[in-house]
């Protein structure tokens, strides 16, 4: 296992979108393993491969603050079979610094994928955890939660953004909040 480097926004690689994975394999083992101790490590509530610059279809949730890895979710090529109601919620992310914003989504979602040992499951998801999910399989389309805000609030952050990288602040020294 190894903690990896978790890429901010914008790096060009977290708008590609990612592969299915076609062999579940030793490699994406390791993978999993990476995403979930980087994402522990970051603090996060989720991380998807596309954020470590790995284009393939994997995401690691854990929504439950209270009891680390009990409810860890590892997902590889998941899919959102159902989504109903809506919810906003404000929505971090680890590669997006010092930024939240209320983002709307689908209140509960059924998402199918598979296990590391090559099992089909479904994992349901209701508020954060229904968030969470549609947040990381976001990233694997390419998807940041801030292109799903109005062009505004986007243009200023990223300007922001621009100011820091000119001042040559280093973007790992932001605050990483209510990262999914
Ligand atoms: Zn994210």
Redo the contacts with the bound molecule.
């Keep these: 296992m190894a903690l990896r480097t978790i890429l901010t926004y914008p790096a060009s690689e977290l708008k590609e979108p990612a592969r299915p994975v076609q062999n579940i394999d030793a490699d994406v083992d390791a993978l999993v393993q990476d995403l979930v101790e980087t994402m522990y490590a970051a603090p ?1 509530v ?3 491969a596309p ?1 470590l610059g790995v284009h393939e279809r994997v995401i690691v949730l854990d929504v439950d603050d209270e009891s680390s890895g009990k409810h860890l979710i590892k997902l590889i090529n998941p899919v959102i079979v159902e989504a109903e109601g809506s919810i906003v919620w404000e ?6 610094v010092d930024y939240t914003a209320e983002v709307k989504r689908a209140k509960h979602v059924l998402v199918k994928g598979w296990t590391t040992d090559e099992k089909e499951i479904e994992v349901e998801g209701e508020d954060l955890l229904a968030v969470a999910l549609q ?2 399989i ?2 694997l389309e390419g998807k ?2 801030i292109d799903r805000i109005s062009r505004l609030k986007r243009d200023l952050y990223r300007r922001r953004v621009k100011k820091w990288i000119r001042e040559g602040v280093p973007l790992e020294s932001k605050k990483r909040a209510v ?2």
Excluded: N, P
């Excluded at 929505?91 to 997006?96: K, T």
């Design positions: 996060g989720g991380l998807a954020q929505e971090g992310c680890l590669s997006v947040h990381e976001d990233h940041l939660f990262s999914i």
